[in-house]
């Protein structure tokens, strides 16, 4: 018998619980649905609808259900559909008629709201510090090689110089800007749609404005249907949390192609490798490539929850239960995600040697050559042209653009921009990847870490 059977002469078909019992999943609500039914209980009686007696015993009476669920003694019953009937049979079971007033004035749609509304602010703000701890554990890789330098590439071709520290803080800056997105997303999310009821308000004399402060909601819902209705706030939360994943796979195919042996850039430790079964020599970097591939999934999770959402119309419906499964999924897959690409950085060994082998690359210079025949005053676009004519000279020779620079008299004066580190010495400009221009970015970064910081409390 479930909660509402009062009005059906049959039980539910098997078939029909199966398909729409959502306590499989969504008692992992439990906490933050407590939370929300025990500032619902203390509207109660701030309304005059539970004596200060009643208010106190359903209090304690949640506490022990919460805590059932955190030891794992809670049993679930038979007609327990959702988190929320669950809690409800069990608060009647222990407080008998007491606990059959926790409902007054309350409708599971607005009910699930603010529970998954709680929840969520939690959330996110977790995924916010698990990833500022990553841009941390970037940073800490850039400085235990300090100098390292690499081949900076636009279309994976080698393009220009660029520091270790440098290059790992750009990944550095999108995490962040995550982060933030995140965290617009909490302030956007953070209202109470408690006191809605099913769709329109009550004629119980509630005050929202109540319940959303003790939650710590920024206010209380100003429309009752919009309130109970919406879950713009989960879709925004699995977009951020798909674009954290579409950086961490950018980051997880960097570091395929940086401990591959054509590369040879980076080692990862042991413990964040794996095997083959087969192939004994084989050290994989499988941390990587699950990184990369789980983005896949949490694209996936926010596309079907916008499909669910598409055209649905005002108020609740039940398609809204479908919300859950995909944040949940997400969340745990970025968070297993964030963590293990944490502790594969700090695990790294970088190989300066070959990094920067690969970075002396002589064609590297060209830009170089070219910026120097600028400040001789020669227009940039024949400059280009000029080296690029060298270029095609020294391929077609098979010979190195240093040496085809130190065989022309028009060039050889540059021979000392082909010096290793050279190229990367000279990239002074504000931003930019050479050594000089690194304290102010070092600084920018550790306000960016400071103020995202700042905010997650
Ligand atoms: N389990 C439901 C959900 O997640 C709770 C709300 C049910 N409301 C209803 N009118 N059937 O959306």
């Known amino acids: 018998m479930t909660l509402w059977s009062g009005r059906f002469s049959s039980p539910m078909a098997a078939s029909l619980w199966d398909l729409s019992e959502s306590y499989s999943f969504d008692h992992i609500l439990y906490a933050h649905d407590v939370v929300g039914s025990k500032a619902h209980v203390r509207g109660l009686e701030h309304a005059g609808l539970l004596t200060s007696e009643e208010c106190e015993a359903l209090l304690v009476t949640l506490d022990a259900i919460a805590q059932e669920f955190a030891d794992g003694s809670f049993v679930r ?22 606990g059959s007033k926790l409902h007054t004035a309350r409708s599971r749609n607005d009910q699930v709201a603010t529970t998954l509304r709680l929840f969520t602010r ?40 660029v520091l270790l520290g440098h290059h790992l803080s750009a990944h550095g800056w999108s995490l962040l800007r995550d982060v933030d997105r995140l965290l617009d997303t909490r302030e956007r999310l953070n209202v109470s749609p408690l006191g809605a009821g099913a769709l329109a308000g009550t004629s119980l004399p509630i005050d929202p404005a109540f319940t959303a402060e003790l939650l710590g909601f920024r206010e209380a819902f100003a429309n ?50 794996t095997g083959s079964s087969m192939l004994p020599q084989k050290k994989n970097s499988d941390v990587a490539e699950l990184a990369r591939a789980k983005s896949g999934r949490l694209v996936g999770n926010l596309t079907g ?13 039940r398609d809204l239960q479908e919300d859950k499964e995909p944040l949940f999924d997400s969340l745990e897959q970025v968070f297993l995600m964030i963590a293990a690409l944490r502790g594969t950085y700090g695990s790294m ?20 050559i070219a910026e120097r025949l600028v400040e001789g005053g020669v227009p940039f676009r024949q400059a280009h042209e000029q080296v690029g004519q060298l270029v095609g000279e020294a391929a077609r020779r098979n010979i190195t653009l240093a040496q085809a620079v130190a065989q022309n008299d028009q060039f050889r004066s540059f021979a000392e921009l082909f010096a290793p580190g050279a190229s990367l010495r000279a990239r002074t400009t504000p931003g930019g990847s050479g050594p000089a221009a690194q304290p102010e970015q070092a600084d920018r970064l550790q306000a960016a870490i400071d103020l995202a910081t700042s905010r997650l409390i």
Do not use: C
């Open 77 to 98: 019953h038979e007609g327990d559909e959702d988190i929320h009937m669950a809690i409800e049979r069990r608060a009647t079971e222990l407080a008998g008629a007491t």
């Open 122 to 161: 939690d959330a996110v703000t977790t995924v916010a510090r698990d990833l500022i701890d990553l841009v941390n554990a970037l940073r800490e890789l850039g400085s235990r090689y300090p100098g390292a330098y690499l081949p900076g590439y636009t279309h994976l071709q080698r393009a220009q110089p």
């Open 224 to 273: 009752s249907i919009d309130a109970v209705s919406d879950r713009d706030f989960v879709a925004e939360t699995l977009f951020d949390i798909a674009l954290v994943g579409i950086h961490l796979s950018r980051m997880g195919e960097e570091l395929v192609l940086w401990t591959s042996s054509e590369f040879g850039f980076a080692t990862l430790g042991d413990d964040y490798t």
């Open 305 to 317: 929850l916008l499909v669910t959402l598409k055209g649905l119309p005002l108020s609740y419906n």
């Open 349 to 368: 060994t970088f190989h300066s040697d070959a990094a920067q082998r690969a970075a002396d690359d002589p064609n590297l210079v060209a830009v170089d």
